[in-house]
């Protein structure tokens, strides 16, 4: 008796000697699967961008992939396209027109399913041409690839820099390294569907002791040695010292904000999205504010 290795051997063999079955046409607005030519991927117009851009996080699709249990797994794997019926993988095989698995059909073709174990049986079974429709969610793909992005914890830099004291209304400088002030891309593929998600820093939320303060900029870098007519494109005055404070110091807390936006290209179901504002790692330290003494000279 053949091992299950043997049959899916025998079974590969045979669809490399084989000749492959007639093509079909897909129905208008879908397109041939990237792994299974049998299957037809519906494409949508996503019609023209609105000036400005939607906000808040991009919900997945209703073409999303998933087991009956409700969990998502991917559309396309080595194993092929995913069968919500027969909840598993399958990709099409050559089998000889007089198989009972064709069990009288002359069109479609015979699939099989991706097999997880080798405890898994061999199953195959005939589709007709052009059913199970799918799609990869570029919204999906769009939020694996944010996942991925190499978003830094700030670095805090403020002037005076602890463990100097500053004091109240003088104006601090504050900012973040313009090496931390970059625009980052990650794209991530499945099947013939290729996501780019493209985060631009949008702004720096400061939380200094009791106040913040947003900047939409690193902020400038104070040197020393700067005169009194340096300004700074962030900065703040505290009002209040920090005597009374654990450790007589004000926590000071740093965090980068990205415009977090994507593209897909390939079989795509939508062409772009935003994923809104998305918060990197915060970054913290701690300055210490000072009440100036009056001295009074008679």
Known sequence: ??????????????????????????PD???????DGGICIPVLDPGTPPDEPPSGPSAPGDHACHREDGSPVDCVTE????????????????????????DGHTDGSIR?????????????????????????????LAQRAKGLLPLAIAQVRTAPQTPDPTYVGIE??????????VTLTKTVTAGNTSVTVTATPSLVAWDVGPETVTCYS??????????????????YSSKSSSESE?????????????????????????????????????????????????????
């Open 79 to 102: 194993w092929g396209a995913w069968s919500d019926e027969h909840q598993c993988w399958v990709h099409p095989v050559n089998v000889s027109p007089t198989d009972p698995i064709w």
């Open 246 to 298: 654990p450790g007589g110091t004000f926590p000071v807390s740093a965090t980068i904000r990205y415009a977090v936006t994507w593209t897909c290209s390939g079989a795509c179901s939508s062409a772009a999205g935003d994923l809104g504002l998305v918060d990197a790692p915060t970054g913290t330290s701690t300055l210490e504010v000072r009440q100036r003494q009056t001295v009074v000279i008679r």
């Open 1 to 26: 008796m053949l091992s299950r290795a043997g049959i899916v051997l025998a079974l590969v063999l045979g669809f490399l000697l084989l000749p492959s079955t007639a093509a079909f046409a897909c």
């Open 112 to 140: 099989m399913c991706g097999l997880a174990t080798d405890a898994d049986p061999v199953v195959m079974f005939w589709m007709p041409p052009g059913s199970q429709p799918i799609s990869i969610d570029p919204g999906v």
């Open 172 to 181: 601090n400088w504050l900012w973040v390294p313009q090496t931390q002030w």
């Open 218 to 235: 690193a902020g400038s870098v104070w040197h020393a040695g700067m005169t009194d007519a340096a300004r700074t494109s962030c900065g």
């Open 29 to 35: 607005g879908t397109v041939p699967s990237p792994t």
